[in-house]
């Protein structure tokens, strides 16, 4: 007979084990609107990864780190998730506004939104074919949303329901990403929203989402929630090239915040790049940041191209749409022209700076048409003249005498090749660049093999061309000089 005596020291233990929350185990809450939701306690396993301090790398070994990722030049962005199912379209109005925001933009009450997970099913999701689009149109990574501000996963996560894992379609739509990009050398990377408009601690709040279970929001609890799926995401796919943070401008997320958030991910994997968009220094679109200390490896550029570059050390990427949605909307038809596409990355190039060109893929999981096409035609010039683009650090030149742009690239043997983009092809067919004091040693035109006569003198080189044009969107002229380029 268990007497009250000798069950003392096993009641006693149970109560140690409520106190301290039972670690591994996620706690399951319910908001108003009904939505079951895993939540994590402070004691989640996550806690275990002791995040290291990642702050006192030299600028040698960043550059290491950042090798792949500058040389690179070329990446595709990819905005894919529920709101590809409204495709701005909600109760038969049209919604203003970018695709992947059309929960906030018609104020959808997150019990509503939520419906969509019932139907999503993108079977036609191939995503071999996606990969072998970005490897032909010359991208040498992609950055797909792991998870958006909607807070719906990709990913079949062990800490939520409100992923792929519970759509009819159920398969985690990343690992077989994860196999194609190996399987084609593509560097993967995740967006990861820090804003979240589903998790019922995320800090800040909107009453209509009806998301939040308590009066105050715990974002202790909600940090752990991400690191423990961030931990997945930077375990369970292989190498991460870039962890793209985004939705860091709310006031709930807080600069040591991000610092802990910058370690944490190089604690999982050391040479993964993160954005800034990790910490508070950007500056708006404008993507760098301001001046002070704060974490992350690049400035992020949003729909613009900087003026001018920003010298050695600075990296940087400017993401931007083919039309003006980054989450697929059937009704936008604003495309920007293939030349206009190409040139941005030549101008991007020319500047040092990388190009992360976005496709919103529908719901049932294909690259619209327009975004294929402009792919393919990148990819052709790309197949071409490459070598001006990839592994190229910015133009030496201030302003260039011809309208165009221009990249360089050391030689093996201590000369530099430059690159001189040609947009327009000049009278008379002569090519006049003004200001250079190397003596060119050798011209040619890209995908022509015959060498071209140089004339002119210190200041004013000469290059002779052909009459017509090789490309219509832009020529590109090698001249290769001895030493480093000198103004
Ligand atoms: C953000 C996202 O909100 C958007 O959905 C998309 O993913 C894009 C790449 O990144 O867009 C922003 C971010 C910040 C501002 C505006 C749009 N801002 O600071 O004004």
Avoid at 37 to 51: D, M, N, Q, R
Avoid at 143 to 150: G, L
Avoid at 297 to 325: A, L, R
Wanted: glycine share 10%; with cysteine.
């Amino acid at each position: 007979m268990p007497t009250f005596r000798n069950l003392l020291p096993i009641a006693f233990l149970c109560l140690v084990a409520l106190a301290l929350g039972s670690p591994g185990v996620p706690a399951r809450a319910e908001n108003p609107a009904g939505v079951v939701i895993k939540e994590l306690s402070h004691e989640a396993p996550v806690e275990k990864v002791v995040t290291k301090d990642f702050s006192h790398e030299t600028p040698i070994e960043k550059a290491e780190r950042m090798k792949w990722f500058n040389d690179a030049r070329f990446g595709m962005f990819i905005h894919w998730g529920l709101y590809a199912e409204p495709a701005g379209v909600w109760e038969g109005k049209d919604v203003e506004g970018i695709g992947e925001w059309i929960q906030d933009k018609a104020k959808i009450p997150v019990s509503e939104y939520s419906e969509l997970q019932k139907s999503f099913n993108p079977v036609k999701y191939d995503a071999d074919a996606w990969v072998k689009f970005a490897k032909q149109a010359g991208m040498k990574y992609i950055v797909i949303t792991s998870k958006h501000h909607d807070g719906f996963c990709l990913f079949d996560s062990k800490h939520t329901d409100w992923d792929i894992g519970g759509t009819p379609y159920k398969k985690d739509l990343l690992r077989p990403l994860a196999e194609a990009c190996q399987k084609h050398g593509i560097k993967l990377c995740f967006y990861h929203s820090i804003m979240d408009w589903y998790h019922p601690q995320y800090g800040n709040k909107e009453e209509w989402r009806g998301n939040h279970a308590t009066e105050q929001p715990d974002m202790e609890i909600y940090r752990t929630y991400m690191k423990a799926q961030l931990e997945e995401l930077l375990t369970n796919y292989g190498d991460v090239g870039i962890v793209w943070f985004d939705g860091e401008w709310e006031s709930s997320w807080t600069h040591e915040m991000g610092v802990d958030l910058y370690n944490y991910c190089r604690t999982l994997q050391s040479s993964t790049i993160v954005n800034n968009r990790v910490d508070k220094g950007r500056d708006g679109m404008v993507g760098m940041n301001k001046d002070g200390e704060f974490s992350g490896d690049y400035g992020t550029p949003e729909q613009e191209i900087p003026h001018t570059g920003f010298g050695k050390g600075v990296y940087w990427e400017s993401c931007m749409t083919m039309n003006e949605t980054w989450g697929f909307k059937k009704k936008d038809d604003q495309w920007k022209s293939s030349e206009t596409l190409l040139r941005n990355l030549i101008d991007i190039a020319s500047k040092g700076g990388n190009f992360l060109l976005n496709v919103g893929p529908t719901a049932e999981g294909e690259f619209p048409t327009a975004s294929i096409e402009r792919l393919q035609m990148m990819g052709e010039w790309m197949e071409v003249h490459g070598e001006s683009i990839y592994g190229t650090s910015a133009s030496p030149f201030e302003k260039v005498s011809w309208n165009g742009r221009c990249t360089q690239k050391p030689l093996p043997g201590g000369g530099t090749r430059l690159y001189l983009h040609l947009f327009e092809w000049p009278e008379k067919g002569q090519l006049v660049v003004q200001r250079l004091k190397n003596r060119p040693l050798r011209a040619t035109l890209l995908g022509v093999e015959e060498p071209l006569t140089i004339a002119g003198k210190e200041g004013e080189w000469v290059v002779e061309l052909p009459a017509e044009a090789p490309n219509a969107i832009a020529s590109v002229v090698t001249l290769d000089i001895e030493g480093k380029p000198e103004m």
